[in-house]
């Protein structure tokens, strides 16, 4: 790379060539309008800094990688992508001098490479600076910051409208006919006072509109990414950036974003109403970013250097000697047990909810999202809990969304429908309607937990298209768009009346529509039931948890046990013997220690940005003969219709199967947990076959599945 050969490099001497004095007095002007009327000198600091960094621009290899780094969109300016980190290599004295003055220091950068690449002195080159460093936390964001360069990282909130904003424009003297031009800083709009005419003094003037320099403007919010030094009952801090030029248009609500700009104050937002409340506030200011470049993060896993700042990782290339790798090596086929008894282990049991989590989070791999030709297959699951109060679902919500690399936690109750998908809000000081994301497109790319899901009929409906189609789609306020909400779902349901009724199917016990219903691909139902032995242990559990008795809160002490019910549910697997399976030995697993909840997250950032497993001829041929068993059985009375849904959903469980293993291939095994899985998830968990409901059905028809498993004939 050019900056290794120029490493540490100091300018010998200045320019004095009258030619490139020329060049660069015709092009200041374009840089620095203010300054247009003022004659140069070489004594002047900033024409030093554009001769210095001409000379450390125009070496060979320097150059040659600049003109290959010019993004020309035929326009009058010119966008000129620079790394911070190799130009503080080329320039040792770059960095002092952001600090000072980073937006003159910005633009003789621009002018320096102006005059090495040669460009028109209509051109401008606008310098975008990334990869500055340490992002700093908006809570952080403060007054000591002001006129800064700084780099903060959040989530799309709101973008406006596009609009032509007046750089300078000349104004004509009604009086004496003089033009005056004026220069609009910071978009501030200030005709002249008086005219400059001796004699004159004309306060009377006619904006010549044909003269005025016009540039795209336009404004976004990005909001603080979660992390775990967020308290709760603490609201979101949030920060405007405008993006000016080639920065607008570069991203939609929902995205992740690195804003590397100055921050700047502003006193005549709050100005706003007029009367009294015009003149109380003047003393306010509001504080903003003027973007310098904007950077789109397609992972949000944490990185090791980035999690003092953000508690977000940005992610690094597949490399061998990654945490998640070293952890697959170690532990091998285990992982995936350790990997589920590590999630949430403050809640006692639950080893099929955890199990279907766990897929959750790593998800599927979505199909033919590029392909215009073909309906796209989305590949996050869905998953749902119903059950009655205090068994910890709220619990297990809120574990869920902490260890995502991007988790969305909201309550039903408190939740409306443009607050779940997307709200359309107008701009206070443009006037225009802009779109707001909701929890479904924040969750973009990760899940999204919504507890008390009973409690939102009405929101149900606006769930329907974000669920299978993976986006939502708006029309208000004459603004009609489509937003990208690729997110699994996580919910959490108490039953009608308080408590499950063993009577009705999962539909009556939620009376939740069958659209939605089908959508999900797990449902688990948890009972409440008394248990002598499962009782004592959960106490054992809750009392440790209390006393900070770290010896009996072992995950280890949770004894592998094997339900009374053992059979294969008529389908050729396992029924509660999974959950067994899944649990932790009291004798071989006695050392065994929960993976951190950071640890946990950057596992699953990395399998999901570099593991995409093939579903293979094997694995195929299991789930294909096990989903037309379903199919046999869809005739039953009060049976909800076996569909296409549940094969897809099967494939979804054994590619999620397959990354928690790093496997690039869905093979055998995972085709069989994923479809025992399944069936287990339809018999309650924790409940005999004769309590318990299948999906969809009446407890007799899960006691006709029990003895055809157990006796090979039906009850009659």
């Known amino acids: 790379m050019y900056a290794d050969?120029?490493?540490?490099?100091?300018?010998?001497?200045?320019?004095?060539?009258?030619?490139?004095?020329?060049k660069l007095a015709a092009a200041w002007p374009r840089y620095f309008p203010e300054e247009a009327d003022v004659g140069l000198s070489e004594s002047d600091h900033k024409v030093r800094l554009v001769t210095d960094l001409a000379e450390i621009f125009s070496t060979p290899e320097v150059a040659e990688v600049l003109r290959s780094s010019v993004e020309d969109d035929d326009s009058d300016t010119v966008c000129l992508p620079m790394d911070f980190q190799q130009l503080q290599e080329l320039c040792v004295f770059i960095?002092?001098?952001?600090?000072?003055?980073?937006?003159?220091?910005?633009?003789?950068?621009?002018?320096?490479?102006?005059?090495?690449?040669?460009?028109?002195?209509?051109?401008?080159?606008?310098?975008?600076?990334?990869?500055?460093?340490?992002?700093?936390?908006?809570?952080?964001?403060?007054?000591?910051?002001?006129?800064?360069?700084?780099?903060v990282r959040g989530t799309v909130l709101k973008v406006s409208t596009v609009k032509p904003i007046v750089l300078q424009m000349k104004f004509r003297c009604m009086k004496c006919g003089k033009e005056i031009p004026r220069v609009f800083s910071d978009g501030k709009f200030s005709p002249p006072v008086s005219c400059t005419i001796q004699g004159c003094k004309s306060r009377s003037f006619i904006p010549d509109r044909s003269s005025a320099q016009l540039m795209d403007f336009q404004k976004l919010r990005i909001q603080e990414l979660a992390s775990a030094d967020n308290h709760e009952g603490r609201v979101p801090r949030t920060v405007e950036c405008e993006l000016t030029e080639d920065l607008v248009d570069c991203c939609i609500p929902g995205e992740?974003?690195?804003?590397?700009?100055?921050?700047?104050?502003?006193?005549?937002?709050?100005?706003?109403?007029?009367?009294?409340?015009?003149?109380s506030n003047q003393g306010l200011y509001y504080l903003?970013?003027?973007?310098?470049?904007?950077?789109?993060?397609?992972?949000?896993?944490?990185?090791?250097?980035?999690?003092?700042?953000?508690?977000?990782?940005?992610?690094?290339?597949?490399?061998?000697?990654?945490?998640?790798?070293?952890?697959?090596?170690?532990?091998?086929?285990?992982?995936?047990?350790?990997?589920?008894?590590?999630?949430?282990?403050?809640?006692?049991?639950?080893?099929?909810?955890?199990?279907?989590?766990?897929?959750?989070?790593?998800?599927?791999?979505?199909?033919?999202?590029?392909?215009?030709?073909?309906?796209?297959?989305?590949?996050?699951?869905?998953v749902i809990i119903v059950g009655d109060p205090g068994l910890g679902k709220s619990q297990l919500l809120q574990a869920a969304a902490a260890v995502s690399p991007r988790g969305i936690y909201v309550c039903g109750n408190?939740?409306?429908?443009?607050?779940?998908?997307?709200?359309?809000?107008?701009?206070?000081?443009?006037?225009?309607?802009?779109?707001?994301?909701?929890?479904?497109?924040?969750?973009?790319?990760?899940?999204?937990?919504?507890?008390?899901?009973?409690?939102?009929?009405a929101e149900h409906q606006a769930l329907l298209e974000a669920m299978e189609q993976q986006c939502v789609s708006v029309a208000k306020a004459g603004l009609v768009a489509s937003l990208s909400a690729r997110t699994s779902v996580l919910a959490a349901a108490n039953p009608i009346g308080g408590h499950y009724d063993r009577a009705k199917t999962v539909n009556e016990n939620l009376k939740m529509s069958a659209a939605?219903?089908?959508?999900?691909?797990?449902?688990?139902?948890?009972?409440?039931?008394?248990?002598?032995?499962?009782?004592?242990?959960?106490?054992?559990?809750?009392?440790?948890l209390h006393t900070n008795d770290l010896d009996n809160f072992r995950p280890n002490k949770r004894i592998r046990t094997v339900s009374q019910f053992d059979g294969d549910l008529g389908l050729g697997v396992s029924g509660n013997s999974v959950?067994?399976?899944?649990?932790?030995?009291?004798?071989?697993?006695?050392?065994?220690?929960?993976?951190?909840?950071?640890?946990?997250?950057?596992?699953?950032?990395?399998?999901?940005?570099?593991?995409?497993?093939?579903?293979?001829?094997?694995?195929?041929?299991?789930?294909?003969?096990?989903?037309?068993?379903?199919?046999?059985?869809?005739?039953?009375?009060?049976?909800?219709?076996?569909?296409?849904?549940?094969?897809?959903?099967?494939?979804?469980?054994?590619?999620?199967?397959?990354?928690?293993?790093?496997?690039?291939?869905?093979?055998?095994?995972?085709?069989?947990?994923?479809?025992?899985?399944?069936?287990?998830?339809?018999?309650?968990?924790?409940?005999?076959?004769?309590?318990?409901?299948?999906?969809?059905?009446?407890?007799?028809?899960?006691?006709?599945?029990?003895?055809?498993?157990?006796?090979?004939?039906?009850?009659?």
């Open 5 to 22: 050969t120029m490493k540490g490099h100091q300018p010998k001497g200045r320019t004095r060539d009258y030619g490139t004095f020329k």
């Open 95 to 151: 960095k002092d001098k952001l600090n000072e003055s980073p937006k003159e220091v910005l633009l003789c950068m621009g002018l320096a490479a102006h005059l090495v690449l040669c460009l028109s002195k209509t051109n401008k080159i606008n310098i975008r600076l990334y990869n500055t460093g340490e992002a700093i936390a908006l809570k952080n964001l403060k007054a000591a910051f002001i006129k800064k360069l700084v780099t």
């Open 256 to 279: 992740i974003v690195t804003v590397t700009g100055i921050v700047k104050v502003l006193n005549n937002y709050m100005d706003v109403g007029g009367g009294k409340s015009r003149t």
């Open 288 to 382: 903003y970013l003027e973007a310098v470049s904007v950077r789109k993060s397609k992972s949000h896993a944490v990185s090791d250097k980035e999690n003092q700042t953000t508690g977000i990782y940005h992610f690094q290339p597949c490399v061998k000697d990654d945490f998640a790798v070293k952890y697959k090596e170690k532990y091998g086929t285990d992982v995936f047990r350790r990997i589920l008894q590590s999630f949430c282990p403050s809640i006692y049991g639950h080893e099929l909810v955890k199990a279907g989590i766990t897929l959750a989070l790593f998800g599927g791999v979505q199909k033919n999202s590029m392909d215009q030709n073909k309906v796209p297959v989305r590949g996050d699951i869905h």
């Open 414 to 457: 408190t939740t409306t429908r443009a607050g779940l998908t997307v709200a359309v809000v107008k701009d206070s000081m443009t006037n225009d309607y802009a779109f707001e994301a909701g929890a479904m497109v924040l969750a973009d790319r990760g899940i999204c937990c919504i507890d008390e899901f009973d409690k939102m009929f």
């Open 516 to 544: 939605l219903f089908s959508r999900f691909d797990l449902v688990f139902i948890l009972l409440d039931q008394p248990d002598e032995s499962l009782d004592k242990r959960v106490s054992d559990h809750i009392i440790a």
């Open 579 to 716: 959950a067994s399976r899944l649990r932790l030995h009291p004798e071989k697993d006695k050392g065994f220690t929960p993976l951190a909840a950071q640890l946990l997250r950057k596992y699953i950032s990395y399998s999901r940005e570099h593991v995409f497993p093939r579903m293979s001829k094997a694995a195929a041929a299991i789930l294909k003969d096990f989903y037309l068993k379903l199919r046999n059985r869809s005739t039953s009375a009060d049976g909800t219709p076996i569909t296409a849904r549940q094969l897809e959903s099967l494939v979804r469980l054994a590619e999620a199967r397959a990354r928690v293993d790093l496997r690039d291939e869905v093979t055998e095994e995972d085709a069989q947990k994923s479809k025992c899985l399944l069936t287990s998830c339809n018999v309650s968990c924790g409940a005999s076959p004769s309590q318990g409901a299948a999906k969809g059905q009446r407890p007799h028809q899960a006691m006709v599945v029990a003895d055809q498993a157990q006796t090979g004939r039906s009850r009659t």
